[in-house]
């Protein structure tokens, strides 16, 4: 009896399955009313790997679309919402062409509508017909000139949308643009991703429009990003950090998990206090390591209640969550990044404090080894951005990402040890 399992270690969480996040998800509905009555505002979401960023920005997306209604009430907005993602190869030129591309295709079936916005982009056809690449110096169009037309264009094309007559050619009247970037910290330098947002969204101001909305994913380095390229590009969007989910999130990612399965399965699943207990202080509330321990522990369940022992079994065995999660998202940094033993010893000493700062003496007094060797062990961690130093303060140090440093304590601990610690009630997660 094979049974579909409900977690989703490999994807962002669908809409159906996403949990928790109550107040950002309040924030962004806020934003998007704001941006319908006419005040447009810009969000970025910002966290480390796994901790749920593109999950929230798809629920996002089907509010916008009005898939889902507002604060769970029954109002619903209709924004257009175009999705896409960076990375470290991406151009202006591609990214605007991504968007007109988007536009495009929600109107695929839509005669007018399609010929509408083939008018409105006609720039964008001219510039691609020339066939040269924009960075080249013999461009046919400087970039000052494409970012106008760029910004003219969506403007028209936003304006049009949410015009009281737009039923006539799109079939609805929108409530708005969104236009969502996830992995916004893959930004290229050359892309200037502040400095484009940034006069994108004043040009589409000026030319009368006030119902774009743009929202960033994308790692903590991305207020870098922003701020490298144009100082005050970061003041046009309200940062929301996602952070661990807290206990009750846990169980409802949990509950909600179940609710799938057994929508799906004739056998019905269920899970015993030891088994929740497990998860919860396994995960400490990380949402991708939730989503793998639960995978692997509903695979390793046989009876059809999960307990403490398929956890467990399911987190440490051969082929378990362990490994998957290190596979995913941190072996690299573990192993192949840091090729010495010496350096994994500062990481096992620094992850016992999760990413709090710790003293460089602090590490000494645990560290085995020669002072110099220390000194080049936490040298090099640095250089590879996996622990950062206190700005202003020498000497003080602590890892990049706490789900790293929770992934490290798992993996270098007993599992004896770790059950013997749950079992003394020593929760991490509020
Ligand atoms: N709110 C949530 N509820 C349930 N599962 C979630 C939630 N947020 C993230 N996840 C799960 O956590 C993992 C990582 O999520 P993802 O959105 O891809 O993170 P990020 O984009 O920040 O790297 C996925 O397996 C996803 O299913
Ligand atoms: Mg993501």
Request: with cysteine; aromatic share 8%.
């Amino acid at each position: 009896m094979a049974r579909i399992n409900p977690f989703a270690p490999n994807s962002p969480a669908p809409p159906g399955m996403f949990a928790g996040r109550l107040h950002q998800v309040d924030a962004l509905e806020q934003s998007l009313m704001q941006t319908r009555a006419g005040r447009p505002k810009n969000f970025m979401l910002t966290g480390e790997r796994g901790i749920g960023k593109t999950s929230l920005l798809q629920y996002f997306k089907w509010v916008a679309e009005g898939r889902i209604p507002i604060g769970g009430g029954t109002d619903k907005v209709n924004f257009l919402v175009v999705d896409l993602d960076i990375d470290s190869s991406t151009t202006d030129l591609g990214l605007i062409r991504r968007v007109e591309l988007g536009l495009q295709r929600k109107f695929s079936e839509a005669e007018r509508a399609r010929s509408y916005i083939k008018i409105c982009w006609e720039f964008l056809q001219r510039v691609e017909a020339c066939g040269v690449s924009l960075n080249s110096k013999d461009t046919p169009i400087d970039p000052e000139t494409l970012y106008d037309q760029f910004a003219y264009s969506l403007a028209n094309t936003t304006s049009r949308l949410t015009d009281p007559d737009a039923t006539s050619i799109f079939g609805a009247k929108y409530d708005g643009v969104l236009i969502l970037i996830d992995e916004a910290d893959n930004a290229p330098k050359s892309l200037r991703l502040g400095s484009f947002l940034k006069l994108l969204s004043e040009r589409v101001g000026r030319a009368g429009c006030d119902h774009l909305m743009i929202g960033l994913a994308g790692m903590t380095t991305l207020r870098e990003v922003l701020r490298d390229s144009h100082p005050s590009s970061l003041r046009i969007f309200d940062e929301l950090p996602l952070d661990a989910l807290s206990a009750d999130e846990v169980n409802r990612v949990i509950d909600r998990a179940l609710e799938v399965a057994n929508e799906q399965n004739d056998d019905k699943t269920s899970i015993d206090d030891g088994g929740r207990q497990a998860l919860t202080f396994l995960s400490e509330g990380y949402p991708h390591f939730i989503q793998q321990f639960g995978f692997s522990a509903f695979d390793t369940d046989k009876d059809l209640k999960i307990d403490r022992d398929d956890v467990f079994r399911g987190a440490f065995g051969a082929m378990g969550a362990m490994e998957k999660i290190g596979d995913r998202y941190y072996r690299d940094n573990f192993y192949n990044k840091i090729q010495k033993d010496s350096y994994r010893q500062v990481l096992r000493i620094m992850a016992a404090n999760g990413d709090l700062w710790i003293s460089k003496a602090h590490i000494r007094s645990k560290f085995r080894g020669k002072t110099t060797t220390l000194d080049n062990a936490i040298h090099a961690l640095l250089r590879r951005k996996i622990i950062l130093s206190k700005e202003g303060e020498r000497g003080i140090y602590r890892l990049q990402h706490r789900g790293f440093g929770l992934w490290i304590n798992l993996y270098t601990s007993d599992q004896q040890e770790i059950k013997t610690r749950m079992e003394s009630g020593e929760f991490n997660i509020p």
